[in-house]
C-alpha cells in the first residue's frame, strides 16, 4: 500500500475539534437507539478514544471503528497508550479529566517536560476497533451512520477528493452523515486552505447536503449516482 498526503503528519490530540465532536454528541447521536461511527484518517487513535471517552454514558449505544492508511499508526492507536501534554493550547490531561471518566480505566504516568503518559484499560480498548484501510481507494468495509474525516481531505488534491468523496458515498447509511473538520488553523492558512474551503462549500455532486448552522457538516441526500 502506498503512502498518500494524509500520511505526511500525522498530528491529532484528544478533542482537537471540539465543535465536531459536541454536535456528534449533541445532536446527531441522540437520534439513534444504536449508531456505528467511523473515523477515517484516524491517525493514531487520539480521535477514536475521544469520541469514546466524550460519550461515556452512552457507551453502550454506539460502535466506533477507526481506519488509517499507515500500519504503524494503526498500530500505536491499537496499543492505547499515549503521550499527553499539558501546554495551555492543548492541555489534553485536563480535558481527560473533566469528563469524569473512572479514574480505574485509564493510568497517568510522568513522561517528559510538559507532557505525560496515559494509557487506557483493556475495557476501554475493547470498545473501539482500528484497521488499516485506504479510502482513495475503496469503500469501508461497511456502511456507518456517521463518517468522520477531520482534518483529512485537505491533504488531497481535488480529483482524489472526488475519488474518496465517492467512496464515502458508498460507505455510508441512508441519511448518514459526514463530518469534518470545522475549522483550519491560522497556521495552515494559505492559497491552497482557501481553495480547499471553497471546493467543501459545495459536495452536493457527491450525494452530501450541507446541513445549516454549521461548517463542513453534510448528509446523505443522494446515492443514486453513486
Known sequence: MMD????????????RDNTVLRVLGEVILPSYSQATIASVGCSIGKEVYS?????????EKIKIDGYDISE?????????????????????????????IPKELYTLRPKS???????????IKNMVNFEVHDISQEPLPKKYDVVLMLNVLMYYPPEERENILSN?????KENGWLLCESEISDGWRNEKI???????????????????HYPRIYRLANRSKF
Open 4 to 15: 498518500s498526503p494524509c500520511c505526511i503528519s500525522g498530528f491529532t490530540t484528544f478533542y
Open 51 to 59: 469520541i469514546l471517552l466524550r460519550n461515556w454514558p452512552e457507551r
Open 72 to 100: 504503524k499508526r494503526i498500530s500505536m492507536a491499537r496499543e492505547g497508550t499515549f503521550e499527553v501534554f499539558e501546554l495551555e493550547s492543548l492541555n489534553e490531561i485536563e480535558k481527560i479529566k473533566k469528563l469524569n
Open 113 to 123: 517536560g510538559c507532557s505525560r503518559e496515559i494509557e487506557f484499560s483493556e475495557e
Open 168 to 172: 464515502v458515498n458508498k460507505s455510508a
Open 194 to 212: 482557501k481553495q480547499y474551503e471553497d471546493w467543501m462549500g459545495d459536495i452536493s455532486r457527491f450525494g452530501f447536503e450541507k446541513q445549516p
